[in-house]
């Protein structure tokens, strides 16, 4: 049975937490290909070099393009242009080789745009992974790499399983448990594998509950977070997302509140991975307790943790009993029958199928920024799709 063939998947079932899947007013569709263009044409006016600039560009359309929005083009303005103006990414920096024993790779990236260098990084350790069934590359001096998923799925492309994480340099976020300081970020981790014929597997996320752009996305749309994203300093839920911003309440990590060890512990794990391992700029550091309990810090110096699998250098059949894993999960028989059993990375390959083919949805917001964008670099903005 082909599971991935039901009628009651033609529309993925609404996200249960926030509104992300679609802009909360979607006023125009933009071809993919278009966005592309613009946006690498923007890089370029900051000096990247045009290939490094399509590759960025990528990396940041995939969030609009996957439903990832909090992570898409909503940060080129606030984000990543600003770490242009304010010297913190070198335009023309070259990722410097700093140890090299094969299998594993230490890189210093030299500020280098993160949305370009963590592509770079995997496709590193695919080549090495190829030759050693498993390739690691380590980054120090990285800077924000977006949706660490996008940089994963270069690994399935090679048909190799890709793990990637980032932590935030020495921004910190979140609390440890009973901590009254923030010392970490939201140190996102990502696990994407080949699943047959079927679409593949792409773990994806924030290991604190949920991103800040998510938080600051649902302040933006006047919407109300749900339990378990943040509480005050008492530990009483706070369900106002712009109580984060104001001060008024702090990140909570993955799990709840009989979980929040486990993903803490995440939060962790990825700081040792992606920062420890290759001498990135560290989120818990003394420099810390000078703040008011709150957000501190600057995402500089961040680490990277790139690394493939080639279980198919190990032994074969490795794709067949993937196309068995995940389509036996496809084929679970659901409580609700609306609501199919989907795994990670299910809903965002078929949306961005959907909208490659008939254009991605940005709000009315996002496509002033982009046109105002382009009337301050002298660039034609992506045009909308016109509806026949
Ligand atoms: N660069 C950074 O510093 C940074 C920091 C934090 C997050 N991020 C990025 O932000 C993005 C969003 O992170 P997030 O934590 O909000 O992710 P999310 O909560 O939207 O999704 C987390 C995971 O759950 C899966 N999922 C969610 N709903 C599902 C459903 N109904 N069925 C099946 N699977 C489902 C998704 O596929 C995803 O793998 C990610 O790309 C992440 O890498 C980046």
Redesign the pocket.
């Known amino acids: 049975m082909n599971s991935t063939a039901s009628p009651a998947t033609a529309s993925?079932?609404a996200?249960?937490?926030f509104p992300?899947s679609e802009p909360a007013r979607a006023a125009v569709r933009v071809r993919h290909d278009d966005l592309l263009d613009f946006v690498a044409a923007v890089f370029t006016t900051r000096g990247l070099a045009p290939e490094r600039a399509r590759e960025a560009a990528g990396a940041l359309c995939y969030?609009d393009l996957v439903g990832?929005t909090?992570?898409g083009l909503v940060n080129l303005t606030r984000l990543y242009l600003p770490l242009f103006d304010e010297g913190r990414v070198d335009p023309l920096a070259e990722p410097r080789v700093l140890a090299d024993l094969g299998a594993a790779v230490l890189l210093d990236a030299n500020r280098a745009l993160?949305l370009w260098a963590a592509g770079l990084a995997m496709e590193i350790a695919a080549a090495r992974a190829a030759t050693y069934g498993v390739g690691l590359v380590s980054v120090r001096g990285g800077t924000?790499?977006?949706?660490?998923?996008?940089h994963a799925l270069r690994a399935v492309g090679h048909g190799m399983v890709g793990v990637v994480a980032?932590n935030?340099g020495r921004q910190r976020i979140a609390r440890p448990p009973g901590g009254a300081v923030a010392m970490l970020?939201?140190?996102?981790i990502?696990v994407a594998a080949p699943a047959g014929e079927h679409p593949p597997f792409?773990?994806?996320?924030?290991t604190?509950a949920?991103?800040?752009?998510?938080v600051r996305q649902a302040a933006r749309q006047g919407a109300e977070l749900p339990q378990g994203v943040l509480a005050g300093d008492d530990g009483a839920p706070v369900t106002d997302a712009a109580a984060f911003d104001e001060g008024r309440a702090h990140l909570l990590w993955l799990g709840g509140a009989a979980g929040q060890y486990k993903g803490f512990g995440l939060g962790l794990a990825v700081e040792v991975l992606a920062a420890l391992v290759p001498g990135a700029g560290l989120g818990a550091h003394p420099d810390a307790y000078d703040g008011d309990g709150g957000p501190n810090g600057r995402?500089d110096d961040i680490g990277f943790f790139a690394l493939a699998l080639a279980p198919g250098a190990l032994r074969e059949g490795v794709d067949g009993d993937a196309a068995t894993l995940f389509g036996a999960l496809l084929g679970c028989p659901p409580t609700d029958p609306a609501l199919p059993v989907?795994?990670?990375?299910?809903?965002?390959h078929r949306r961005a199928e959907k909208r490659r083919r008939a254009g991605v949805p940005l709000g009315a917001d996002l496509y002033a920024e982009l046109t105002s964008l382009a009337a301050a670099t002298g660039l034609d903005a992506p045009a909308p799709v016109v509806e026949r």
């Not at 924000?144 to 998923?149: D, E, F, N, S, Y």
């Not at 970020?185 to 996102?188: C, D, F, K, V």
């Not at 792409?202 to 924030?206: E, G, K, P, Q, W």
């Not at 949920?210 to 998510?214: N, S, V």
């Open positions: 993925p079932p996200y249960p937490l992300k969030g990832m909090s992570h993160g924000h790499l977006g949706c660490a998923g996008h980032s935030c970020g939201t140190n996102p990502s792409v773990l994806d996320m924030s604190t949920a991103p800040t752009g998510r995402d989907r795994y990670p990375g299910w809903h965002e």
